[in-house]
T-cell receptor, first 114, second 114 residues
Framework: GESVGLHLPTLSVQEGDNSIINCAYSNSASDYFIWYKQESGKGPQFIIDIRSNMDKRQGQRVTVLLNKTVKHLSLQIAATQPGDSAVYFCAEMGEMDSNYQLIWGAGTKLIIKP | EAQVTQNPRYLITVTGKKLTVTCSQNMNHEYMSWYRQDPGLGLRQIYYSMNVEVTDKGDVPEGYKVSRKEKRNFPLILESPSPNQTSLYFC?????????????FGPGTRLTVL
């Protein structure tokens, strides 16, 4: 089946620095991508999404970049804070049998060093 | 408060003893879904429902059943649990019927099958 994967399972960043979390996807027909944040003991929480007709989208302290040529997605977090410590998942929306299904990556753990 | 709730949050059971994990959302969402989360595998969809009385298999439906008799509830049933169903389970809901809208997740249910 299709797969979405992450380059780094763990990312350690100094507090105040910017973080970049990368993700590769394999289904070139996917047209919707989402980043979720999962804190310890909680369910995934929506951060930001992007559609395939865009290559960049900004939120509050977060930016998602989409490079369809190389099927790569990244999440940039500006001025990381202790509260940003979590596992981050990218997911792509793929169509299967006329229904849309979220395909999840394995996750990247972001550790913020004081 | 808009939310997805799951019960129980933690459950330890023995092989073969039928169990049900409940999921309820108060956002009048059409789409509901169950995922399991295992280390290194991200989230994998078990079953989903696009509307009342409409359910369909996800990626890993074996050993699970669901029902959608009313819009707000989507219970996950394990008729005869086995140790390989030890996992962290998440219920999610979203507004539309296709699953393309932002999914809101419950807090998770940690199940251990001995």
């Amino acid at each position: 089946g299709e797969s979405v994967g992450l380059h780094l399972p763990t990312l350690s960043v100094q507090e105040g620095d910017n973080s970049i979390i990368n993700c590769a996807y394999s289904n070139s027909a996917s047209d919707y991508f989402i980043w979720y944040k999962q804190e310890s003991g909680k369910g995934p929480q929506f951060i930001i999404d992007i559609r395939s007709n865009m290559d960049k989208r900004q939120g509050q302290r977060v930016t998602v970049l989409l490079n369809k040529t190389v099927k790569h997605l990244s999440l940039q977090i500006a001025a990381t804070q202790p509260g940003d410590s979590a596992v981050y998942f990218c997911a792509e929306m793929g169509e299967m049998d006329s229904n849309y299904q979220l395909i999840w990556g394995a996750g990247t753990k972001l550790i913020i060093k004081p | 408060e808009a939310q997805v709730t799951q019960n129980p949050r933690y459950l330890i059971t023995v092989t073969g003893k039928k169990l049900t994990v409940t999921c309820s959302q108060n956002m009048n969402h059409e789409y509901m879904s169950w995922y399991r989360q295992d280390p290194g595998l991200g989230l994998r969809q078990i079953y989903y429902s696009m509307n009342v009385e409409v359910t369909d298999k996800g990626d890993v439906p074996e050993g699970y059943k669901v029902s959608r008799k009313e819009k707000r509830n989507f219970p996950l049933i394990l008729e005869s649990p086995s140790p390989n169903q030890t996992s962290l389970y998440f219920c999610a809901s979203s507004y539309g019927t296709s699953g393309r809208d932002t999914q809101y997740f419950g807090p998770g249910t940690r199940l251990t099958v001995l």
